[in-house]
């Protein structure tokens, strides 16, 4: 398995991306159903937004200073989503505005997705070795497994809370 820090973020996008298609597809179907698909939705942002806020954004902070307007563009669009992970945790998926949310956080995260590997993950990968990159990605693979796992928790809700101060 690469450690090196954007291969392990696509692979994060792989797995929402995919998620965001079976709900779409889910999306006529039963509320239990797609209350399960929202959960495990909430699971990958959370700890994924937790790692790139906690890891990968204040490294290439500080190694490429250049790049500060990307990363605190990047930080607003997760307190974004994390507003949006937050409500949708608290909601009943059978609640009117529970499918509109969900499509909101589904728009705005693709974007966020299609802006890092577009622009922003060529910038990194061109202005950090090949070393420094599988150093990102080992530390955030040591965080991974304390990262929270619902947007609810006290641990993801400082992670908002510090992006907007960020």
């Given at each position: 398995m690469s450690t090196d820090a954007i291969v392990l973020l696509k692979e994060d996008h792989k797995t929402v991306k995919r998620l965001f298609k079976e709900f779409q597809a889910a999306e006529d179907g039963p509320a239990s159903r797609k209350a399960k698909i929202v959960e495990q939705i909430l699971r990958e942002l959370t700890v994924h937004t937790y790692i790139e806020n906690e890891v990968m954004y204040p490294?290439?902070?500080?190694?490429?200073?250049?790049?500060?307007?990307?990363?605190?563009?990047?930080?607003?669009?997760?307190h974004v989503a994390d507003v949006l992970c937050f409500?949708?945790?608290?909601?009943?998926?059978?609640?009117?505005?529970?499918?509109?949310?969900?499509?909101?956080?589904?728009?705005?995260?693709?974007?966020?997705?299609?802006?890092?590997?577009?622009?922003?993950?060529?910038?990194?990968?061109?202005?950090?070795?090949?070393?420094?990159?599988?150093?990102?990605g080992a530390k955030m693979l040591e965080l991974k497994p304390k990262a929270p796992t619902k947007p609810t928790q006290p641990a993801a809700l400082k992670k908002a809370l510090d992006a907007m101060r960020a």
């Open positions: 490294e290439v902070r500080r190694l490429l200073p250049d790049l500060e307007d990307d990363v605190l563009e990047s930080y607003e669009e997760h409500e949708l945790a608290t909601m009943d998926a059978g609640d009117e505005h529970f499918d509109a949310k969900v499509t909101v956080l589904i728009e705005n995260v693709t974007h966020h997705i299609e802006e890092e590997e577009q622009e922003w993950f060529p910038k990194v990968r061109e202005g950090l070795g090949r070393n420094q990159l599988q150093e990102i």
